[in-house]
């Protein structure tokens, strides 16, 4: 079962990282340019789109004010994106 989610986990944290880098080459914005406006370090932006951050809800929120879009579409997108069948609940 730790395995499982393990793979999970990190398949989300990567499909988390490819929508918010989309969604910030779609707005022509620099890394810098958005991690001021989300209040995050570059650093700290440059490994999520990478998928090695598992961010806190709240830090999502800046993420999505950092982009100038909303919560609701970086989900619609990690939505979209989902094999169909796949599940974080199946054992």
Do not use: H
């Amino acid at each position: 079962m730790q395995e499982k989610y393990k793979k999970d986990r990190e398949f989300l944290c990567k499909l988390l990282g490819v929508a918010v880098k989309n969604f910030r080459e779609n707005k022509a914005k620099s890394i810098s340019l958005v991690s001021d406006e989300a209040d995050l370090s570059k650093s700290i932006w440059a490994d999520l789109e990478k998928g090695k951050k598992d961010p806190q809800f709240t830090t999502l929120w800046r993420i999505s004010e950092g982009l100038g879009i909303k919560m609701s579409e970086l989900f619609e997108y990690m939505e979209n994106e989902i094999p169909e069948g796949w599940s974080l609940t199946e054992n």
